[in-house]
C-alpha cells in the first residue's frame, strides 16, 4: 500500500489526520516543514467558499488548497500562493476540510478571529494578489528565455 493511499485509509479510519505541509502554495499561512496542518475528513455537506481543502489529484497527489467558488458540480481551487485556477474539483474528489493549524507553538483552528480575517483577506483580494504574481514572475520568465539563446 503506497503512502497516498494510507492517507485516506487513516483519515477514513480516524476522522482526523494532522500532517506537515510540502511546498509553499498555502504560503503564508502554512510554511513548509515548519506548519502543521489538521484537516477532518468530509462528510457529504458541500465546503463553502474558504474553506481548506485536501483533495485528489490524478493520478495520487494530495493537495491542500482553498475553496474560492462553489459551483452547482464542482470548485473552483486556488492556493493562498498560486496563480492558477484549478476548476472542476468534484465532492468525490476532497477528502478532507481543514480545522486548524500549528503555527510555530501556537495552535489555531478555523474559527479563530485572526484565521476568518485572513481568510476574508485572502478571499477578497484574489484578483490583485494573482496579478501582481503574474507581473513578478513575467519579467523572470523573459530574462530564463532570453539567457537560453
Not at 66 to 87: A, F, P, S, T
Request: some cysteine.
Amino acid at each position: 500500500m503506497d503512502r497516498m493511499t494510507d492517507i485516506e485509509h487513516y483519515l477514513k479510519d480516524n476522522g482526523t489526520l494532522t500532517y506537515s505541509n510540502v511546498g509553499v502554495s498555502m504560503m503564508p499561512l502554512l510554511r513548509q516543514g515548519k506548519d502543521l496542518f489538521t484537516v477532518k475528513r468530509k462528510d457529504s455537506r458541500r465546503c463553502k467558499a474558504g474553506d481548506v481543502v485536501l483533495y485528489r489529484r490524478p493520478p495520487n497527489k494530495y493537495v491542500l488548497h482553498r475553496v474560492i467558488e462553489v459551483r452547482q458540480n464542482d470548485y473552483v481551487i486556488l492556493g493562498d500562493n498560486c496563480i492558477n485556477k484549478e476548476y472542476g474539483i468534484s465532492d468525490k474528489d476532497i477528502i478532507g476540510i481543514m480545522t486548524g493549524y500549528v503555527r510555530g507553538a501556537k495552535a489555531h483552528t478555523v474559527s479563530d478571529r485572526s484565521y476568518r480575517v485572513y481568510t476574508w483577506v485572502i478571499m477578497h483580494t484574489i484578483p490583485l494578489r494573482t496579478a501582481v504574481k503574474r507581473l513578478v514572475v513575467l519579467p523572470k520568465r523573459v530574462l530564463k528565455r532570453l539567457l537560453r539563446r
